[in-house]
C-alpha cells in the first residue's frame, strides 16, 4: 500500500513540475506560467489612415464668423459664441439662397436681435449648398447654440487657400481677449 502511495506521490509531484494543463488543478504560481505561454507575441495593430493637405478643424475670421471644416464635402458657416453673446437676443436670421456663388468677405445674409443689426459674411469662396431653415422659425437656437445648431450655411469652398488666412480656435480666444481689453 505504500508503494501505491508513493507512485502518486511520484505523479502528483511531476504534474506540479511541468506546465499545468487544467486551471482546476494548478497553483498560482503555475497558471501565470501557464497563462504567459499561451499568450501570443505582442503585435502592434496595422493602423490605417488617410493623410490629408489640409487639418479639418473650425477656423474663424476677425468679424466673428466661424467655418467647420471636418465635412469635406460641405463646410458649415455661422457666427462665434462671442458674437452671439455680443447681439444678445437674436429675433431674425436673413439667410442666404442655395446655389448663390459667393467671394470670401461677401454678404451672405444678417442677424437682427433686440440691440442690433449684422451681417453675415462668408469666409471664404464658394458655393452654398444649403441653409438651417430651422433658425428661420426659431432665430434663437443661434443664441443656445451658435456654434452648433446654429449655423447658419453650408458651402462648398472653391479656394482652400483662403482658409489658411483664418485663426483657428487658440488664434481667435487670444483675438477675443485683445478686444476685450481693449474695449
Known sequence: MSAIIAQSGVAAARALQGPARSVARCSRQQYMRL??????????????????????????????????????????????TYAAKALGDVVYVELPTTGTEVNAGDA?????????????????????????????????????SPEGDG??????????????ALMDAEGYRKFTEENKSSD
Do not use: C
Open 35 to 80: 497563462r504567459a505561454q499561451q499568450q501570443q507575441p505582442f503585435r502592434p495593430a496595422a493602423r490605417s489612415f488617410s493623410a490629408s493637405g489640409r487639418v479639418l478643424e473650425k477656423r474663424y475670421t476677425e468679424d466673428h464668423e466661424w467655418i467647420d471644416t471636418s465635412d469635406p464635402e460641405s463646410a458649415s458657416i455661422g457666427i462665434s
Open 108 to 144: 451672405i445674409g444678417a442677424v437682427e436681435s433686440v440691440k442690433s443689426a449684422s451681417d453675415i459674411m462668408t469666409p471664404v469662396s464658394g458655393t452654398i449648398l444649403e441653409v438651417n431653415s430651422v433658425l428661420e422659425d426659431k432665430p434663437g437656437t443661434i443664441n443656445s
Open 151 to 164: 449655423w447658419l450655411a453650408k458651402i462648398k469652398i472653391s479656394a482652400e487657400q483662403e482658409l489658411d
